[in-house]
């Protein structure tokens, strides 16, 4: 299993970014999938989760900004955040539990000027 993500970058408070996660090794139509961000001193957090039926969820402080969302044939996960804030400033990696591991992508930055 390998995750890649990318699309992380320098914005401006209120600007938007869409991150991707390339999945290889696996089947997106019968697995969870997640993306976590750990800003500087803090402890990874799980950000938004979509099932394998397409169910979402969100951690609180991003509900209405973000949406996670795939294309299984293709085999990408996506999030894409949309009125950024300073706080949401963070490595954001894609992550899955698959067969008792976890697996993670390499993280990709995301950072939200003020």
């Known amino acids: 299993v390998q995750l890649q993500a990318s699309g992380g970058g320098l914005v401006q408070a209120g600007g938007s970014l869409r991150l991707s996660c390339a999945a290889r090794?696996?089947?997106?139509?019968?697995?969870?999938m997640n993306w976590y961000r750990q800003a500087p001193g803090k402890q990874r957090e799980l950000v938004a989760v979509?099932?394998?039926?397409?169910?979402?969820n969100y951690t609180d402080s991003v509900k209405g900004r973000f949406t996670i969302s795939k294309d299984n044939a293709k085999r990408l996960v996506f999030l894409q955040m949309n009125n950024l804030k300073p706080e949401d400033t963070a490595v954001y990696y894609c992550?899955?539990?698959?067969?008792?591991?976890?697996?993670w992508g390499q993280g990709t930055q995301v950072t939200v000027s003020s």
């Open positions: 979509i099932t394998s039926g397409g169910s979402t």
């Open positions: 090794g696996i089947v997106l139509s019968i697995n969870t």
């Open positions: 992550h899955i539990y698959w067969r008792g591991r976890h697996y």
